[in-house]
């Protein structure tokens, strides 16, 4: 059963946050500290005195309100999703699925440009903001992928291409694979391409930078990965309990991911991490960390690949090549690890390009 779902935060919740934050316990900082050890004190201060005295969180709830938001009951797990409809009748859809630290909402400038073609469904992961919490193990990527299957069966959607960054990539890969007969492509805007002694492959001087950056991430994995991955409980009591450690812990990646030629509105941001507060699904959201299959999943089903200059990782095309049935390619001259974000225009171009070329082709 599909029911519509209206966003409507309970105003002791806001009040709750704001007297949280005005009772902030800041921590010290030494001198000219930089990012060096983690978070800058003033640009946290900053945020987070924004977030407490003029961020209005009922404005951007109302505007979330504009859309169509529904929830269904899948495997047990409530799911929260965003269903719009295009006017163009002969018109395709498309799935398109965050990741972390993100939500439903890095998607919000792509649905103007993409419903001219598309009928969009953009559900949120579960354990995430209103998909949330979890309270069984094992929501995976495949599980989630096989989740969207059949939450596109209930929309009445046998053919329909998914897209995806970050967890979103892989979700929309096992996607794929799953349900190879009803997606007609997978676009992803991440794609780790990690070393394969066994290629005997000959790269680019360009390729054996990005793989040597991806080998330096493999040996020093992010610290907020390997809490997530081994422990998320733990993180999730801090994260729970005071906004602050959530505001950081979330902020901290937007400051460190993105292309400094397109930052993320701080307003943006701040509804993110309202939206991880508000449902106190930090630690719900961080399992998907500690869950995550690290085997690849064959995807049998056309993909292209938008790679950012300014991603955590970029992808080496030899080696995606052998793993999928890359039928698009592009490098995108700006953005960083939030593309619908940073270039929507660009990203929402990226994807037209390849569902419509692919629909023609097909």
């Not at 052998?322 to 960083?336: A, K, M, N, T, V």
Request: proline content about 8%; aromatic content about 10%.
């Amino acid at each position: 059963m599909i029911k519509p779902f209206r966003i409507d935060i309970p105003q002791s919740d806001l009040d709750d946050l704001n007297d949280r934050l005005a009772r902030t316990r800041w921590p010290n900082e030494v001198a000219d500290a930089g990012w060096d050890y983690g978070f800058p004190l003033a640009r946290l201060q900053e945020l987070a005195d924004h977030w407490r005295t003029t961020y209005d969180w009922r404005k951007h709830e109302a505007e979330l309100n504009e859309l169509p938001h529904f929830t269904t009951e899948i495997e047990g797990q409530n799911i929260h999703f965003v269903h719009v409809r295009s006017a163009k009748p002969d018109a395709g859809a498309l799935i398109l699925t965050h990741g972390w630290p993100g939500s439903f909402l890095e998607f919000l400038d792509l649905i103007e440009p993409l419903s001219k073609d598309f009928h969009l469904v953009i559900p949120s992961i579960p354990g995430y903001g209103f998909s949330g919490p979890t309270h069984e193990r094992g929501w995976d990527v495949v599980r989630v992928a096989t989740a969207w299957a059949e939450l596109m069966h209930r929309l009445g959607y046998d053919q329909y291409g998914a897209q995806g960054g970050d967890f979103g990539a892989g979700i929309s890969l096992a996607l794929g694979a799953a349900a190879p007969d009803h997606v007609v492509g997978v676009h992803v805007n991440y794609l780790p391409t990690r070393p394969d002694p066994d290629a005997n492959l000959t790269l680019s001087p360009s390729d054996e930078a990005r793989l040597d950056k991806i080998k330096h991430l493999m040996a020093n994995r992010p610290p907020y990965q390997a809490l997530q991955a081994a422990t998320p409980q733990t993180i999730g009591y801090a994260l729970t309990d005071s906004p602050v450690a959530q505001l950081a812990w979330i902020a901290e990646r937007f400051a460190h991911w993105t292309d400094p030629s397109t930052p993320v509105h701080d307003d943006r941001i701040l509804t993110n991490v309202s939206l991880y507060w508000l449902t106190a699904t930090a630690a719900s959201a961080a399992r998907l960390h500690h869950d995550a299959p690290r085997r690849i999943e064959p995807c049998p089903v056309p993909v292209g690949v938008a790679v950012l200059p300014h991603d955590i990782t970029q992808s080496v095309r030899p080696l995606a090549e052998r793993l999928y049935d890359i039928q698009h390619w592009s490098e995108l001259p700006q953005g960083g690890h939030f593309a619908a974000l940073e270039v929507p225009a660009l990203l929402a171009k990226d994807i037209r390009t390849f569902f419509l070329n692919h629909q023609a082709d097909s």
